[in-house]
């Protein structure tokens, strides 16, 4: 009896293990030729496409994409395998509210789908690209408390990788192009996406600087990252997402930065304001890249629609629209939370929030890094197609993510050995 119980705890382990290492066989998979989705611009039209010249293996151009599709169910086995683990800390019964929200949330997609005459599987597009990252979040989280993992050796596989790939997407890509200028070049699937996985590797990187001490080093670190992003892509939003994670990093480590940031904040607030007000060129929907347009355009999208479609939306596309600012293809409105509103209705957003809520522990001490990163992904998606919605980077956010939450509220709690 004793050997068959030995046996029977040896194939649940290697059961498990194994669908871990799926899980990351897969998302190298997806990271490695995520860059054949990299699209050029109306103003790169003379360059080829990586996908007709990097081509190699003769890949499909969906075939990253597809990966959720595998990514999503082994997931789910996962989590249902080990989902008496869901409770094993008190303060982290809320993953269960985390789990509700998906499903309620694709409910609400289906409803969608059937009020609008919308396909399906494209009503569940959004739903499937943020909750992936979210469900393997909770998977590395319940690896951890089942085997007494750190995650340190799964995530800096994956950060390594990331690195690794960007430095060949640097040497041998063509650069990327955005507001009329040419930046250094993509490998990760899109320009946005690529700038907020650079995000998660910053994170990740400088994280467990900070876990060893090595403030000095970490400042350094922290503002040569600023630097590649500023001068290397600028993109706004990611910036805007990085900024708030390294103001709360630097606000925990020295009393110093508490004074500092919060004199800078004062000061950079008032600037603004008085620049904003004052200058005869500051032009807002100009500087926003047409937001205000886009804007006061899904206003009057609102103000014409019925109690049904405020509860479902009107479905899939139903944000893309031309404006005199974006006159030469359709655009979404270029925030996630207004996207929602207007193709899923307002459960839909409601849910949304409450499921990033539901990650953050509610009978433990809020943790400012840990809440950083979940306050910038929601930033992200405020001012314009954040993380949410872009899954590649997700996924690497929410391994460091889990990787974070572990040495926060589980490591120091409870001893749990390196990986």
């Keep these: 009896m004793e050997t068959n119980s030995k046996l029977k705890t040896k194939l649940v382990i290697n059961i498990d293990k194994g669908i871990i290492g799926g899980l990351l066989f897969l998302l190298t998979l997806k990271l490695s030729f995520s860059y054949l989705n990299v ?11 990586n996908f007709d010249k990097f081509n190699f293996l003769n890949l499909s151009q969906n075939s990253t994409k597809n990966i959720e599709y595998l990514i999503i169910p082994l997931s789910i086995i996962f989590i249902f395998r080990n989902r008496k683990y869901l409770k094993g800390q008190n303060y982290a019964k809320n993953f269960n509210i985390t789990l509700m929200c998906i499903v309620c949330m694709f409910l609400l997609n289906s409803i969608t789908s059937f009020t609008n005459e919308v396909s399906l599987l494209s009503s569940f597009e959004y739903t499937i690209k943020l909750s992936s990252p979210i469900l393997f979040f909770l998977v590395l989280i319940l690896y951890s408390r089942r085997y007494r993992s750190n995650l340190q050796k799964e995530v800096f596989f994956i950060l390594k990788l990331c690195v690794l790939l960007t430095f060949i997407g640097l040497i041998f890509f063509d650069p990327s192009y955005n507001h009329w ?11 946005h996406t690529h700038n907020y996985l650079m995000i998660a590797i910053g994170i990740g990187f400088s994280y467990h600087i900070y876990r060893k001490g090595h403030y000095l080093t970490l400042i350094i670190f922290l503002l040569s990252f600023l630097a590649f992003l500023y001068f290397g892509y600028r993109i706004r939003s990611a910036i805007a997402f990085y900024l708030v994670y390294l103001i709360s990093v630097t606000f925990v480590i020295n009393s110093f930065f508490k004074i500092f940031w919060i004199k800078m904040l004062i000061i950079l607030s008032v600037c603004v304001l008085g620049y904003m007000s ?4 500051f032009d807002l929907n100009e500087y926003s890249s047409g937001r205000v347009t886009m804007y006061e355009a899904k206003w009057e999208m609102l103000k014409n629609y019925s109690i049904t479609d405020y509860m479902f939306g009107e479905g899939r596309g139903a944000d893309f629209i031309r404006t005199d600012d974006w006159w030469y293809e359709k655009k979404n409105s270029h925030n996630d939370f207004l996207t929602f509103l207007i193709e899923n209705g307002v459960p839909y957003v409601l849910f949304f929030i409450l499921l990033l809520c539901s990650l953050v522990p509610t009978k433990k001490k809020l943790n400012i890094i840990f809440a950083s990163i979940l306050s910038g992904y929601m930033i992200s998606s405020l001012l314009s197609n ?3 919605l872009r899954p590649i980077a997700g996924y690497v956010l929410f391994m460091v993510t889990a990787y974070i939450y572990v040495d926060i509220y589980e490591h120091k709690n409870h001893s749990i050995i390196s990986s």
């Design 39 to 49: 699209e050029l611009d109306w103003w790169q039209r003379h360059l080829t496409p």
């Design 386 to 388: 954040g993380v949410a």
């Design 181 to 191: 200028q040419n930046w250094l070049p993509v490998f990760f699937a899109s320009l």
């Design 278 to 281: 004052f200058s005869q060129s």
